[in-house]
């Protein structure tokens, strides 16, 4: 090879050595899963309202329901479920789920109304929700999604930690569903890259702006809620959930956001088409719908993730040493820190060495997802499709 391609190999690679060097060492510890929600008791447990939406959720809603209404917590609870307009019998199975486990007084079924402009369907119902459960004095929302079955303890660790660690919003990254060879490939490594976007350890610091929230499982003081304008104050945005967390921050209140391996998702995504619609649907969004940080993604992914393997194939058919080395200690470096996290989803060690492939199909989704936005079909879910911001 020229000298001088030769000297640009060499310094791009030990440019990204030099960044995962840095992640690992100063980015929060974001690779690391040890942010979890710890037992506690309290002297007396405050009245809990669920607000679940739910669009067309038949398949998943009655496990939902009865995770919930099964909750070993001593305080006063009870559930709102709204429907917003489902055609599958959503809100019969829920109310059918409650009678079945004598609790039918504990369940309230809201008929959604319809999408008013400016809203998002999840967030319109919330919005209800929310609206009906003022009538019950909550202490606390849980603020969850229809998919989601609940450990036994979920809710009075919840409570627990929002109580002692004095946090105005407490929510969990569940555990998401990983059968499927698509998902084993792909959906451990969604959650990295979402902590690496926003480190737990950042997010549970008072003293840092970084703020994030998982929606499929978030509790929250209304008061705090109130405080920054209620539920309508993100009305439009598909990125809720860290919308939610960056306002309840910004409005000085403290929040947390942790892992849990008992709370899991029941959505399956068992094809790529699947995880990549869900990918698709707001990664352009996450990027404020800007061109030039689009462009940044796509180098940025290329030099962090995919750039160490083909500098170590080009130093192995070139025979340079140091890109050899420097490539494989980069690839190295990548899957020691993508390693907690496939632990974390049972799966092998071995698989931590795919990331730079999950990062490829990850940058395709985002430039799809670009490519959807600029055609008006942006955040398409549920038969509903949101259009492009200007």
């Given amino acids: 090879m020229p000298p001088v391609f030769t000297l640009v190999l060499l310094s791009v690679t030990a440019l990204s050595l030099v960044i995962w060097l840095v992640l690992l060492l100063f980015w929060g510890q974001f690779w690391r899963t040890d942010q979890r929600l710890q037992g506690g008791d309290l002297r007396a447990w405050p009245t809990v309202v669920v607000v679940i939406p739910a669009r067309n959720e038949a398949a998943v809603i009655g496990i939902s329901v009865r995770s919930l209404l099964e909750q070993d917590y001593a305080g006063t609870l009870h559930l709102i479920l709204v429907d917003d307009q489902s055609d599958d019998g959503t809100g019969n199975i829920a109310r059918q789920t409650a009678l079945e486990l004598g609790k039918g007084d504990r369940l309230t079924v809201i008929e959604g109304t319809p999408l ?23 202490d606390y929302l849980l603020l969850t999604d229809a998919d989601i079955a609940h450990d036994r303890q979920n809710l009075r660790q919840l409570v627990a930690h929002a109580r002692q660690q004095q946090c105005a919003l407490v929510s969990l990254m569940v555990k998401l569903r990983c059968q499927s060879v698509w998902e084993k490939l792909l959906i451990p490594a969604f959650v990295f890259f979402f902590a690496k976007l926003y480190p737990f ?35 439009d945005a598909l990125i809720d959930d860290c919308s939610l967390a960056a306002a309840v921050k910004q409005a000085g209140y403290r929040i947390w956001l942790g892992l849990t391996p008992t709370t899991v998702s029941l959505r399956a995504y068992n094809t790529l088409g699947s995880i990549w619609q869900m990918v698709a649907r707001t990664a352009y ?12 993604t796509v180098i940025g992914m290329t030099l962090v993730y995919l750039w160490a393997p083909l500098a170590l194939g080009i130093g192995l058919i070139s025979q340079s040493l140091p890109l050899i080395v420097m490539g494989g200690l980069t690839w ?30 990850y940058t395709l989704m985002t430039l799809d997802s670009a490519r959807r936005h600029w055609q008006g079909r942006g955040g398409a879910w549920k038969g509903r499709v949101y259009p492009r911001k200007s």
């Fill in 285 to 296: 969004t996450q990027l404020s719908y800007s061109p030039l940080l689009l462009v940044g």
């Fill in 332 to 361: 190295g470096l990548m899957a020691i820190a993508y390693g907690p996290t496939v632990r974390f989803y049972g799966l092998n060690g071995t698989w931590a060495l795919t990331l730079p492939v999950i990062a490829c199909l």
């Fill in 201 to 235: 350890r950042w997010v549970n610091d008072p003293q840092r702006v970084t703020a994030a929230a998982a929606g499929g499982c978030i509790l929250i003081d209304p008061l705090a809620l109130d405080k920054i304008g209620g539920i309508a104050c993100i009305r």
């Fill in 116 to 138: 008013p402009r400016g809203w998002s369907g999840k967030l319109w119902a919330l919005s209800q929700g929310i609206e009906a459960a003022r009538a019950l004095h909550p």
